[in-house]
Nanobody, 127 residues
């Protein structure tokens, strides 16, 4: 497991483009499938976007494809989520998650397959 700390949440106007960041610390010598889940009040937690920090294609939820972009920095220990064209449907608590397994098209959005989680950062969307 690694320690994950999110940043970049807050209250944002609809249509704006905030950026979330997640920094991993601790035992980070390995590569991880790392990314973002979100949970809105009264709804289940859902996968938003993940990527393997060792390289490979990212995976996105259909609801954010074309609007959100996940990326990593050169240290491979941080990932970022650029969120464009934000809408009220995007309001949620966003959680950074990581697992040692590679990302794959079947399990990338299953939260139980991730063993490291951040505390979450809230994104509120105002009109």
């Amino acid at each position: 497991q690694v320690d994950l700390v999110e940043s970049g949440g807050g209250s944002v106007q609809a249509g704006r483009s905030p950026r979330l960041s997640c920094a991993a610390s601790g035992y980070t010598d390995f590569r991880y499938c790392m990314g973002w889940f979100r949970q809105a009040p009264g709804k289940e937690r859902e996968g938003v976007a993940v990527m393997y920090t060792g390289g490979g294609i990212p995976y996105y939820a259909d609801s954010v494809k074309g609007r959100f972009t996940i990326s990593q920095d050169d240290t491979w220990n941080s990932v970022h989520l650029q969120m464009n064209s934000l809408s009220a449907d995007d309001a949620a608590t966003y959680y950074c998650a990581a697992r040692r397994r590679n990302c794959d098209s079947v399990s990338w959005s299953i939260d139980s397959t991730f063993d490291s989680w951040g505390q979450g950062t809230q994104v509120a969307v105002s009109s």
